[in-house]
């Protein structure tokens, strides 16, 4: 076992270096640049955007703008004049950001706790987390109880509250919270009061958790119809047999494989971000910054947001990968 | 049958149950919703004012920001040399005084006496000087550092980089230190700064109350890159302080009781921003009495003009942009003037503010907007006349429609603009039988396209930097930043800018700038359409917004008249 | 429940039917997947048929007629319905029912075109991947991590502004780049679910028994594991149809989707999405121009979410009561 998940994370180094360099690469041919933005207003001056340009080494060939960014570069300090080391992502400098014309790092934008505020990612992994929780305690029992009352009223409800979230997009499933429980039943504001420690985060999670529920409770209802079907089920059925729990356990077991698959990559997607909920609710975590930063052509930033994606999928797949085997002790890792 | 008929009901109770309120509290019946009753004061408190930026700035450090959002928070916390009186004239700021020698050259600066930062340190002539140097320092590389290139003595030698286009590496290898003690700016004593120009440039005074010349402190500055990013460090000398920001969320400013400057006195207590980026969501923050003022979108104007409690909150504003199709003049068939003409003469301006704006903001036939030094709103040469339309086209070296080649109407990509240049294609299929193609292009790289490869035709806008109008006239200079992008150059107009720009004599000066808008408008390179502006709704008990006492300056804080504004709810 | 009896029966009967005829009689029992399958029948008519149903050209413009609310909704004396326009109109003064038949279109088409790529890619990779020695699996795996991690939107800006002049990126109205783009990034979940399926099943004893039988591996593959991962795949379909969608509309909304049209033989002017994009950004002036939209989606979305459900139920062999 501990072989197999030291193979798995020497796996992930070769991962992480395709995606940076492949987010990198196409961020880089995409055209405009992130001196291009706000069409309506004075643009850079030709020779302004010379020197931006030369200060984020934008006009170095792109094999070492790419080992700047990820491994490390001799770099001329503008206070001092010298040539120092400076290392890149695999050091955890994951580069300037261009909007903040250099001033702030990718690392204290995401990761930084300053003023006792707590960091974007804090915000970003809570609400994942919360909304991941909430859909699974949610979405499992709602999905067996559909499955063992399968075609009757209380499966179709179910079938019909979890589909109807996912069929509107989580901008409009937020808005509706909004509408109903803060601007007519008056039970939350509008504008988030982040101080407080709970009752900002409650609709959001609902909002994301919503997506993720129907998900959930469909596979359940689904897997756990499959496997009640299976000859032993079956069989235990038949003879009555006295201990149910056993026929239980079993039957919640095999119906969480796909269940616990779906959760690897929801989970590292939830966590890193989510563009509508932050927006309707004023989160203020990653997902709006890392995608507000493909418009700005923030490279550093596009490219960091890729690699954090990919390492928590990653992270998220290997747990999966280590549940199988405690679900279902035939999947072995040798 | 009687489980088959309640599935079927209690599938609709529960899709009304999500569907209803969402049409119910969105216009559909806005006195059956709670939040119509006009009383409303929500949660508002005395003396606070609570409104919507949208959105966090990227970096709100004086001598490197640059966008709007940017700037607000420049001008809450700093007081310039200069600022703006209600007719957008240059009056003293921080500076008690001004005296400009006979030739023009000479700034001398008076700061008013006993000034101090926010925090109670002395705010002296030194701590502009530092502000300046810092403008002009190559290694601060700021965004704005080119404004002042060839106007303040030495300012481009100095910023060889940014003014010269000299490389980075070149210009740290000069002789900065003798470079910096030439440099026009210079503090005779701590109440006395003095700024030596290179030619006479009427309009320096608007410069000088930008925020480029904020006087930032040294001692700030050297907390690291990013010092700006602390409230606590973030100390000024404007009518506000910045008391509290919540990054991504909220910033606070509380009244800054050592301002002494011509804004001033403040009346209120404490202004808080926030940051909803979504407008939905804003319009519903400002109907529960969360916030107490909000700038609305053309998109909700409809909703908000037939509301019996929000039509009574609607204040008007004037913006501060123009917008205008460019016709690229190196591209067929725009490098003929006739043709630019018969495209100007062929759009319906009218119809596009009321359909599409909901006549927010107003029509525009010349560059300048309303309200600014240089408008001219009599300067109308091609009003809409699709029948002279087509006889300009007639006239021109084309000679009918039907030898145009392919009209290509190039445009920034987004839902919203998809919408409007449908609804111009068709003005161009109606008004002069033209099938246009639409084209829009991803924002960034639209950007981009404008300045490299300009389309054939497309849609950009202007805002203004100061109000003068060599921040505007003078663009369309031959390789001006404007101009670059239509391919424009017209040797008569270069002459007539080049001498508006240094007329020491205001009335002669105002004369050539409008000779040279006038050839602007008659050669076509461009054909404006409309400028912004338009209603904002106010609740009923913030006090001191009007129309009348609104200052172009405000607008551009995005604020209206602020330092008079009360909230008494 | 009776007991020996019916089974008999149900067994003499069986034996001549064929597996289909046997599943549509399962399914055409089940009344909810009816329902969903008349509905998808429904939209499928109205995606074809378009140009004869709608009232109006789904394009044209009308100067002064924007926003018009639906004829039955005359409460405001400033705002009156135009009796022409059944649903009222949009911003721009065009006719909201004639572009909803139209927006069918687009939708079906986005909804299941780029599903068949995402299917086919996903259930082959998933396949091997769970059925392969550890290194193969292991390789495909981190692939799709990589290809779940693909800059898609940055690509799609970058395809569009570069093919913008070309038959490929004007093809169906910039509706293939969409498909492209979607159905290269799509299939990574649904690789993952069949392999995490077919690692279980693998080891059952019905495997290892067709194993030892010496039959080839692509038979067991398809006829004997495939089956059996049916049930979360079409769950996962069923979700990913609004998620297709939804993703076109996000796009549009972002500027990288579909091309806007004015052209009147536009087969393809707009897409249920698109108009659920411009109806949020519109919520408070014109709702309909947002309610109609969701209405028609939520409803697609459910018929085939009823509809799958019953295949799955109507396929299973086991599953002969």
Redesign the interface.
């Known amino acids: 076992m501990t072989a197999y998940i030291i193979?798995?994370i020497l796996?992930?180094i070769?991962?992480l270096l395709?995606?940076g360099m492949?987010?990198f690469g196409?961020?880089k041919?995409?055209?405009?640049?992130p001196f291009?933005?706000?069409?309506?207003?004075?643009?850079?001056?030709?020779?302004?955007e010379?020197?931006?340009r030369?200060?984020f080494g934008m006009d170095l060939p792109f094999w070492r703008q790419f080992t700047r960014y990820m491994f490390f570069d001799f770099v001329e300090n503008?206070k001092t004049?010298e040539t120092e080391l400076q290392w890149g992502a695999i050091g955890g400098n994951f580069g300037p950001?261009y909007?903040?014309?250099?001033?702030?790092t990718v690392q204290?934008e995401l990761f930084e706790e300053?003023?006792g505020?707590p960091s974007?990612f804090y915000y970003s992994a809570r609400l994942g987390i919360q909304a991941l929780i909430f859909a699974v305690v949610l979405g499992i029992p709602m999905g067996v109880l559909a499955a063992l009352r399968q075609?009757t009223?209380i499966d179709?409800?179910i079938?019909?509250?979890s589909?109807?979230f996912?069929?509107?997009?989580t901008?409009?499933v937020g808005?509706?919270l909004?509408?109903?429980f803060?601007?007519?039943l008056?039970w939350f504001?509008?504008?988030?009061d982040?101080q407080d420690p709970i009752r900002p985060w409650i609709l959001p999670t609902i909002a994301l958790g919503s997506t993720s529920l129907?998900?959930i409770t469909?596979?359940t209802r689904?897997?756990v119809?499959?496997v009640k079907?299976q000859d032993y089920i079956r069989t235990a059925q038949a003879k009555g047999l006295a201990d149910q729990i056993v026929i239980w356990r079993h039957m919640l077991k095999?119906a969480l494989?796909?269940v616990?698959?779906?959760l690897?990559?929801l989970a590292a997607g939830l966590i890193t971000g989510t563009l509508y909920t932050e927006?309707?609710f004023?989160v203020?975590?990653m997902g709006?910054?890392l995608?507000e930063a493909?418009?700005?052509?923030d490279y550093s930033m596009?490219t960091s947001g890729?690699l954090i994606?990919?390492f928590f999928?990653?992270v998220a797949?290997l747990l999966?990968d280590i549940a199988?085997g405690a679900i279902?002790p035939?999947?072995s890792?040798? | 049958m009687f489980v088959r008929s309640l599935r079927r009901s209690a599938a609709v109770v529960l899709m009304l149950a999500l569907v209803v309120p969402l049409l119910a509290a969105c216009g559909g019946a806005p006195a059956a919703s709670p939040t119509a009753v006009p009383t409303d004061t929500g949660s508002a408190e005395p003396g606070v004012l609570r409104i919507n930026v949208g959105s966090e700035p990227d970096n709100v450090d004086p001598q490197l920001a640059s966008f709007v959002g940017e700037i607000q928070y420049i001008m809450m916390a700093y007081q310039g040399l200069m600022t703006f009186d209600q007719d957008m004239n240059p009056i003293p700021g921080a500076a008690e005084s001004v005296e400009v020698s006979d030739d023009g050259l000479t700034y001398t600066f008076k700061i008013r006496p006993d000034s101090t930062y926010s925090d109670g340190t002395p705010l002296t002539a030194k701590n502009f000087e530092y502000a300046w140097k810092r403008l002009a320092n190559p290694k601060t590389a700021g965004q704005y550092q080119s404004l002042p290139c060839g106007i303040i003595k030495g300012y481009s030698e100095w910023s060889a980089a940014a003014c010269q286009g000299l490389s980075m590496t070149e210009t740290m290898a000069l002789d900065l230190a003798t470079l910096e003690a030439d440099y026009g700016v210079k503090a005779i004593d701590d109440s006395t700064l003095e700024i030596e120009l290179t030619a006479p440039a009427p309009y320096f005074l608007s410069m000088a109350a930008l925020w480029i010349g904020a006087p930032v402190r040294e001692a700030d500055v050297a907390k690291g890159d990013d010092w700006w990013y602390d409230a606590e460090n973030y100390i000024g000398n404007g009518p506000f302080v910045l008391s509290e920001w919540d990054h991504g969320n909220k910033a606070v400013w509380e009244a800054n009781p050592n301002y002494n400057g011509p804004l001033g006195p403040v009346k209120l207590k404490k202004v808080e921003y926030f940051m909803i980026s979504e407008g939905q969501v804003a319009f519903q923050a400002y109907q529960n009495g969360e916030l107490d003022m909000l700038g609305i979108s053309p998109e909700d104007l409809a909703a908000v003009e037939t509301d019996p409690v929000l039509s009574q909150e609607i204040v008007n504003v004037t913006g501060s942009c123009t917008f205008y199709f460019g016709f690229n003049t190196k591209k067929a068939p725009f490098e003929d003037t006739k043709v630019r003409q018969a495209f100007a003469q062929a759009f319906d301006r009218e119809a596009w503010n009321r359909d599409i704006f909901g006549n927010m903001g107003s029509v525009a036939y010349s560059f300048i907007p309303p309200g600014f030094p240089g408008y001219e709103p009599d300067l109308n040469l091609w009003p809409f006349d699709p029948e002279a339309a087509k006889a300009t086209l007639a006239e021109s070296s084309y000679g009918s429609v039907e030898n145009l080649p392919e009209i290509k109407l190039t445009y920034s990509a987004s839902a919203r603009n998809n919408a409007r240049f449908e609804w111009v294609a068709a003005q161009l299929k109606t008004n002069l039988g033209i099938e246009a193609v639409l084209d829009p292009v991803d924002p960034t790289a639209y950007t981009a396209l404008t300045k490299t490869d300009p389309p054939q035709l497309f849609n950009l806008g202007w805002c203004a930097d100061y109000p003068d109008p060599q921040n505007w006239i003078s663009l369309f200079q031959t390789d001006g930043l404007l101009s670059s992008r239509v391919g424009y150059s017209n040797p008569e107009f270069d002459a007539l800018v080049r001498q508006a720009d240094v007329e020491q004599d205001a009335a002669k000066r105002a004369e050539l700038y409008a000779q040279a808008q006038e050839m602007l408008v008659i050669d076509a390179p461009v054909t404006f359409t409309r400028n912004d502006g338009g209603p904002v709704l106010v609740k009923p008990y913030v006090q001191g917004v009007s129309e009348e006492t609104i200052t172009p300056i405000d607008y551009w804080l995005g604020f209206f008249n602020l330092a008079n504004v009360d909230v008494q709810p | 429940m009776t007991v020996a009896a019916p089974t008999l029966n149900d067994l003499n009967i069986q034996k001549p039917r064929s597996l289909w005829a046997d599943a549509f009689r399962r399914l055409s029992r089940n009344r909810a997947a009816m329902v969903g399958l008349v509905v998808v029948v429904i939209y499928v008519l109205i995606a074809i048929f378009a140009p004869l149903i709608a009232p109006k050209n789904p394009v044209e413009q009308t100067s002064g007629n924007s926003l018009r609310p639906p004829v039955w909704v005359t409460d405001n004396p400033k705002r009156m319905p135009n009796p022409e326009n059944l649903f009222g109109t949009d911003t721009n003064g065009r006719d909201i029912l004639s572009r909803l038949i139209y927006g069918v279109r687009v939708s079906l088409i986005v909804g299941l075109v780029p599903q068949l790529i995402i299917v086919t890619i996903g259930i082959t990779i998933g396949l091997i991947s769970g059925f392969a020695e550890r290194w193969l699996d292991n390789l495909l795996m981190r692939i799709t991590e990589i290809v779940a991690s693909f800059p898609d939107l940055l690509f799609i800006i970058t395809l569009t502004v570069a093919f913008r002049d070309t038959a490929f990126g004007k093809a169906f109205n910039g509706l293939l780049l969409i498909f492209t783009a979607l159905a290269a990034v799509g299939w990574t979940g649904m690789a993952r679910l069949v392999r995490g399926q077919v690692l279980s099943l693998k080891e059952k004893e019905f495997i290892e028994a067709a194993r030892a039988l010496g039959i080839p591996t692509p038979t067991i593959l398809f006829r004997h594991i495939l089956p059996n991962t049916m049930a979360p795949i079409i769950v996962a379909i069923s979700f990913s149809i609004p998620g297709l969608i939804l993703a076109e509309a996000i796009l549009t909304f972002l500027g990288v989707g579909m091309k806007p049209s004015v052209d009147s033989t536009n087969a393809l002017p707009t897409s249920l999405g698109q108009m659920m994009s411009e109806g949020f950004s519109n919520l408070s002036s014109g709702p309909w121009m947002l309610l109609f939209p969701v209405v028609m989606i939520s409803t697609l979305v459910l018929s085939f979410t009823f509809l799958g459900d019953g295949l799955r139920d109507a396929l299973d062999p086991r599953d002969s009561a």
Do not use: C
């Not at chain 1, 041919?29 to 640049?33: A, R």
């Not at chain 1, 996912?166 to 997009?169: A, F, H, I, P, R």
């Not at chain 1, 493909?294 to 052509?297: A, E, G």
């Open positions: 193979r798995r796996w992930q070769p991962v395709i995606v492949m987010t196409i961020a041919i995409t055209p405009g640049g291009d933005t706000d069409p309506d207003r004075r643009q850079l001056s030709p020779a302004v010379k020197i931006l030369q200060k503008p004049g950001t909007s903040s014309r250099g001033n702030r204290q300053r003023s505020k974007r075609n009223i179709y409800l079938l019909f509250i589909t109807f996912v069929s509107l997009s901008l409009i808005f509706l909004v509408i109903v803060a601007v007519n008056n504001t509008v504008i988030a982040w129907g998900f469909r596979l689904s897997s119809l499959e079907r095999n494989l796909p616990v698959t779906v690897g990559p927006i309707i004023q203020p975590g709006n910054l995608v493909i418009s700005k052509r596009i890729a994606f990919v999928l990653g797949n999966v199988y279902d035939r999947i890792y040798k």
